[in-house]
């Protein structure tokens, strides 16, 4: 049985305040952050990669990110504010 939890919503709706909140209810759980993730893993601000490559190709990051994470179990994932955008863009 897979056990990944994403969590969708605008920016600032309480994705991260509510994924931190079931992690820690769950136990072994992690919450990740897809906008935090992609910043660790291209050592670059989510501004500074729109500056530098621009919003489509974030999106394309964004969406190989996800997938990425989608291998990951016990995880409650927080996508970025505007992730559904690119689900129906790229999809």
């Not at 969590?7 to 209810?25: C, D, E, H, Y």
């Not at 992690?30 to 729109?50: C, G, R, S």
Request: hydrophobic share 40%; glycine share 10%.
């Amino acid at each position: 049985m897979t056990q990944r939890v994403y969590l969708i919503g605008f920016m600032g709706s309480g994705k991260s305040t509510l994924g931190r909140w079931l992690a820690s209810a769950m136990d072994g759980w992690t919450f990740l952050d897809l906008d935090l993730f992609i910043e660790n893993k291209y050592h670059k601000t989510i501004p500074q990669i729109f500056e530098e490559r621009g919003e489509d190709e974030f999106r394309k990051m964004e969406s190989f990110c996800l997938q990425e994470i989608s291998s990951f179990e016990k995880v409650i994932v927080g996508a970025g504010g505007g992730h559904p955008v690119s689900l129906i863009i790229w999809n």
